[in-house]
Structures are given as structure tokens and as C-alpha cells.
């Protein structure tokens, strides 16, 4: 079966640091990935998707960027975090565009 | 590109009362629309979803119903129990763009 795993948990970062969330996939090959980020008690914002390994498009500009460095890899940064940046980080993959996809359990990260 | 509407964004029922959200959807090439809840700290689980090619779907106590001419779908919950309360978030896909998500309903069962 397949799994998704998101870490860390829980984050907590300074204002200006930079940030690296991962996001790995088990049990299946060349999925679509995506990153999402949800504001509280809001939607669900997707922020970058990959359909294969290098591969990357930005839905809204901002201030974080992702990579896809290996198939079932899927890494979100930020050179410099700024206190807007704060939410719930979700990753999510699936089979493709029209199929379920599937979400971690979300990095919860706080700026201060 | 495509839009999503869902409404109501809160909903409180009583315990087993029935609870109904509705979704619209703006592109008519859009062919696949799922459902998901979200329970509080954790990320979004599929519960049903549904293909253009067919008007209604059921899976115990929930279902979906698709009205293709009106753009427009539905969660049915029966029987709603307190362990029901969540976000549930609806979404739409023409097959070869990402889901479009809905804003989300924010469900209560008050036992």
C-alpha cells in the first residue's frame, strides 16, 4: 500500500531563517505531488505541484520555492521566512490529475 | 479556469439529523469530483468521490449526487453522529489540471 510521510511536525522559526519541509511517498512510482498550505480555520491553497522528477509549477508567487530531486521526493524552502509564511503545510500525491489524492498529516509552522 | 463554490461554509445538525452540502462548479469539462474531511490538526481524507459518467454514488451513510446540466454536486450525511464533525471540503478536476478545492464546510453534530 501506499504511505505518505511529512515532517516535521511541528515547527517553530524566526523571522529571516530559512526553511526545508520534506515530503516522501512509499509504494508508488512517478506520482503527481503538490503542496498545499491552509491559513487557519481557511481553504486549502495550493501552492506548487510536480507530475515528474524536476519538474515544478508555481501557482502563486511568493516567498518559498520547491524541488522534486528525486521521484517520490518532494521538498519545499524558503531562503528567508517571513511571518506571513506561518500556517498549516500539507503534502499531498496522487496517480494523476483526476485521481484521489492523498495528504500527509501537515507541518504546522509558526514564524516568530 | 475552473471555480468551486460551496456553501454553507458552517453547519451545525442535530445527532442524527441529516446534513447536506452543495457545491458548484464552473468548467462543464470537469469530470471528477471528490470529498474530503478534514478532522482538526490533520490533513484532508478522501470519503467518496464521484465521475461525470454517473448521477450518484452511496457508501453507508454518505452520498453524492452529481447534476452534470447544472454544474453542480452534493454530500449527503444521514444518521449524522458527533464523530461526523469536521471540515469537509469539496473539489473539481477537468482531468488534466490539478483539483480544484472549495473553501470548505465547517460541520457541527450537536449531540
Known amino acids: 500500500s501506499q504511505t505518505i510521510h511529512q515532517w516535521p511536525a511541528t515547527l517553530v522559526q524566526p523571522v529571516g531563517s530559512p526553511l526545508s519541509l520534506e515530503c516522501t511517498v512509499e509504494?508508488?512510482?512517478?506520482?503527481?505531488l503538490y503542496w498545499y498550505r491552509q491559513a487557519a480555520g481557511r481553504g486549502l491553497q495550493l501552492l506548487f505541484y510536480?507530475?515528474?522528477?524536476?519538474?515544478i509549477s508555481s501557482e502563486v508567487p511568493q516567498n518559498l520555492s520547491a524541488s522534486r530531486p528525486q521521484d517520490r521526493q518532494f521538498i519545499l524552502s524558503s531562503k528567508k521566512l517571513l511571518l506571513s509564511d506561518s500556517g498549516f503545510y500539507l503534502c499531498?500525491?496522487?496517480?494523476?490529475?483526476?485521481?484521489?489524492?492523498?495528504f500527509g498529516d501537515g507541518t504546522r509552522l509558526s514564524i516568530l | 479556469g475552473e471555480n468551486v463554490e460551496q456553501h454553507p461554509s458552517t453547519l451545525s445538525v442535530q445527532e442524527g439529523d441529516s446534513a447536506v452540502i452543495k457545491c458548484t462548479y464552473s468548467?462543464?469539462?470537469?469530470?471528477?469530483f471528490p470529498w474530503y474531511k478534514q478532522e482538526l490538526g490533520k490533513g484532508p481524507q478522501l470519503i467518496i468521490d464521484?465521475?461525470?459518467?454517473?448521477g450518484e454514488k452511496k457508501d453507508q451513510r454518505i452520498a453524492v449526487t452529481l447534476n452534470k446540466t447544472a454544474k453542480h454536486f452534493s454530500l449527503h450525511i444521514t444518521e449524522t453522529q458527533p464523530e461526523d464533525s469536521a471540515v469537509y471540503f469539496c473539489?473539481?478536476?477537468?482531468?488534466?489540471?490539478?483539483?480544484?478545492f472549495g473553501k470548505g464546510t465547517r460541520l457541527s453534530v450537536i449531540a
Open positions: 499531498a500525491w496522487a496517480q494523476h490529475y483526476n485521481q484521489p489524492q492523498h
Open positions: 509504494g508508488t512510482s512517478n506520482p503527481n
Open positions: 510536480s507530475v515528474g522528477i524536476g519538474q
Open positions: 468548467d462543464s469539462a470537469s469530470n471528477y
Open positions: 464521484i465521475r461525470s459518467n454517473v
Open positions: 473539489a473539481a478536476s477537468r482531468g488534466n489540471t490539478p483539483l480544484v
